[in-house]
């Protein structure tokens, strides 16, 4: 059987060797190639005899995602890819230069099942998700395109990595593994809609990482016409968790909060917010909305969001308006999609 090799664990792959009469320092050698030298194919593990890498070849195959099409902003320097994966599905990558370094946020499912009004990435609807080799790849491909190490993750493209928790859970040990690219726990940042039992169960795993949660909206009268999710877990049940995830882990939450113009901005909303966060360890994170072209809503005016920013505060709540990057390629929070849509195949004419 043919063994997705960018998906399992250094203890894994050395079962998997030994098994195979292989020695075990070999499988030391070929973890390092795939994930700190970030080898695309066994040719280049120029340490392994030649009939060894051939019948890995045939074993293990690697299956990495390759740049489909590549658009860098005018204004930002970010890039965005389409990555094609092995089986001609596609998902998008974004690659954001910070002054800490450069951070990616990886797409964790081709498509999106949770059907947010104001994204992009649900509109073409739900295919699969992604396995763990799948999102380490976008991180593997564009380090390597882009020439420098990346240091930050964001699950923040597209699908919901609560929805696809244990291949997300593995991408994290992998990403994290000292052999392997190695990057911080406290350098990754996921991002879920509320899927409250998952929060529940990524509690239990104690992980220092960065929670998001995408509320947007301080009601379930609000927050139901805009995200589906809220009818199986309503606001307060949402928000009781994130109290619990706090308290357990010590780590702050941030909360996104996407300004939709008279919709979900009004001084009401940011009062009941206030009213609901007051005390808790977290931060807002306050995103004026990114026209997509499916959909009616507009980004609330920079007074309203100002005025937004001085209730929160009265609540001691702290909130700072999300940077806007990569807005003339359609990179923003909520842009990315599942396929070379008209206007990108035209692009690539
Ligand atoms: N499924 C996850 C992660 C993906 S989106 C989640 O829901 O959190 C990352 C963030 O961008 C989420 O907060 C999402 O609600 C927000 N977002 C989606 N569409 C947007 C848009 N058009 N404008 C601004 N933010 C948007």
Redesign the pocket.
């Known amino acids: 059987m043919n063994r997705d090799i960018l998906s399992m664990t250094f203890d894994e792959l050395s079962a998997e060797f030994v098994n195979l009469g292989y020695p075990k320092f070999r499988a030391k050698q070929v973890y390092e190639w795939l994930h700190k030298h970030l080898a695309g194919e066994y040719d280049e593990m120029s340490n392994l005899p030649k009939n060894l890498r051939e019948e890995l070849k045939v074993r293990f195959p690697i299956y990495n995602c390759t740049v489909e099409k590549k658009q860098v902003s005018k204004i930002d320097h970010t890039v965005k890819y389409l990555f094609k994966l092995h089986d001609g599905d596609y998902v998008e990558s974004v690659v954001m230069k910070y002054k800490y370094g450069y951070t990616i946020c990886v797409s964790s499912q081709v498509g999106?099942k949770?059907g947010?009004a104001?994204?992009?990435?649900t509109i073409g609807g739900f295919k699969r998700s992604l396995n763990p080799g799948e999102i380490l790849s976008q991180l593997y491909t564009a380090q390597k395109d882009i020439g420098e190490r990346i240091s930050h993750i964001v699950l923040?493209?597209m699908?919901?990595?609560l929805d696809n928790f244990d291949n997300v859970m593995r991408f994290l040990d992998l990403v994290t593994n000292e052999l392997g690219v190695n990057i911080s726990m406290r350098n990754i940042s996921l991002?879920?809609?509320g899927v409250v039992p998952k929060i529940e169960e990524l509690i239990d795993k104690k992980l220092q990482l960065t929670l998001?949660v995408?509320l947007?909206a301080p009601n379930d009268e609000i927050r139901n016409t805009i995200m589906p999710i809220n009818k199986k877990y309503p606001v307060d049940q949402l928000i009781n968790i994130c109290k619990t995830y706090t308290n357990k882990t010590s780590r702050r939450i941030s909360f996104?909060y996407?300004m939709l113009s008279g919709f979900n901005d009004t001084d009401e909303c940011a009062k009941l917010l206030g009213s609901k966060l007051k005390g808790m360890l977290c931060h807002v994170n306050l995103?004026p909305?990114?026209e997509?072209d499916e959909s009616p809503y507009k980004p609330s005016t920079p007074e309203r969001i100002e005025r937004f920013i001085q209730i929160l505060s009265g609540y001691g709540i702290n909130s700072t308006v999300r940077r806007k990057l990569g807005s003339d390629i359609d990179a923003?929070?909520?842009?990315l999609r599942q396929k070379k849509n008209k206007k990108q195949k035209e692009d690539t004419l």
Not at 118 to 121: D, E, K, L, R, V
Not at 332 to 335: N, P, T
């Open positions: 999106c949770m947010c104001f994204c992009a990435s923040m493209g699908g919901e990595p991002s879920t809609c998001s995408s947007h996104e996407s995103i909305v990114n997509v923003s929070c909520g842009q």
